[in-house]
T-cell receptor, first 114, second 116 residues
Framework: EAGVTQSPTHLIKTRGQQATLRCSPI?????VYWYQQALGLGLQFLLW???????NRGNFPPRFSGRQFPNYSSELNVNALELEDSALYLC?????????????FGSGTRLTVV | KQEVTQIPAALSVPEGENLVLNCSFT??????LQWFRQDPGKGLTSLLL?????REQTSGRLNASLDKSSGRSTLYIAASQPGDSATYLC???????????????FGAGTQVVVTP
C-alpha cells in the first residue's frame, strides 16, 4: 500500500512569489492535514480538509490556503511568500471515523524562500 | 488550552541501554495519543497510537503507556541501538470540539542519540 506522497521534495522560491505544494493521501483516507515545521519551532497545524471541505485551520494568515480534490488529494498554496515561510511542510492523512486510524505523514516538502 | 511537554529535550545513551521518554499534557480530555519518530529533515513515522481508553501499547522493542488522569505518557525503547537515534515526538488528539477536531497537538520532541 502506497503511503502519503508529497511533491515536490524541495522548492525554492523568491520572496513575494507563490508556492504550490501537493499531497496524495493513502488510498481510502478522506482527510488530509497540513502542518508547518519551521526551524526551531514545533509542528504547527495549518489546515484540515475532509470530503472536499475545509474543516479547520490553524492560526495562519489567509495567504495560506488550499483545496481538496474529488480524489482526496490536496494542494497547499502559499501566496506572497515571506522569508519566514521557509519550513518543512508535512501532509498527513487519516480516515475520520468513530475510531480514527493513526495519522500517517508524508516525507514533506522543504520550502526555501530567498 | 492544551499544552504538550516533552522532557528531556535531549538524551544521549550508550547502545544497549533502555530509553525512557516522557510526554505530559495539561488537558486530559484527549481522544488518543500518538508517538512519532522523525529523522533529520524527514517526515514523521508513526510508532504507536494509544486510544484514551487504553493503558498501553506495545510493538517490538517499543512500549508506550498512558495515564490520562495524570496527563502523562511514557515511551520505553528497550535495548537501544544506534539506529534509534532520532527525534521522538508525542501528539495528542482532542475529543471533538469545533476548534480542536482534526488537530494534533505536538510536543517539541526529545532528541535521542544512541552511541555505539
Amino acid at each position: 500500500e502506497a503511503g502519503v506522497t508529497q511533491s515536490p521534495t524541495h522548492l525554492i522560491k523568491t520572496r513575494g512569489q507563490q508556492a504550490t505544494l501537493r499531497c496524495s493521501p493513502i488510498s481510502g483516507h478522506t482527510s488530509v492535514y497540513w502542518y508547518q515545521q519551521a526551524l526551531g519551532l514545533g509542528l504547527q497545524f495549518l489546515l484540515w480538509y475532509d470530503e472536499g471541505e475545509e474543516r479547520n485551520r490553524g492560526n495562519f494568515p489567509p495567504r495560506f490556503s488550499g483545496r481538496q480534490f474529488p480524489n482526496y488529494s490536496s494542494e497547499l498554496n502559499v501566496n506572497a511568500l515571506e522569508l519566514e515561510d521557509s519550513a518543512l511542510y508535512l501532509c498527513a492523512s487519516s480516515f475520520v471515523t468513530a475510531k480514527p486510524l493513526p495519522y500517517t505523514f508524508g516525507s514533506g516538502t522543504r520550502l526555501t524562500v530567498v | 488550552k492544551q499544552e504538550v511537554t516533552q522532557i528531556p529535550a535531549a538524551l544521549s545513551v550508550p547502545e544497549g541501554e533502555n530509553l525512557v521518554l516522557n510526554c505530559s499534557f495539561t488537558d486530559s480530555a484527549i481522544y488518543n495519543l500518538q508517538w512519532f519518530r522523525q529523522d533529520p529533515g524527514k517526515g514523521l513515522t508513526s510508532l504507536l497510537l494509544i486510544q484514551s481508553s487504553q493503558r498501553e501499547q506495545t510493538s517490538g522493542r517499543l512500549n508506550a503507556s498512558l495515564d490520562k488522569s495524570s496527563g502523562r505518557s511514557t515511551l520505553y525503547i528497550a535495548a537501544s541501538q544506534p539506529g534509534d537515534s532520532a527525534t521522538y515526538l508525542c501528539a495528542v488528539r482532542h475529543v471533538m470540539t469545533t476548534d480542536s477536531w482534526g488537530k494534533l497537538q505536538f510536543g517539541a520532541g526529545t532528541q535521542v542519540v544512541v552511541t555505539p
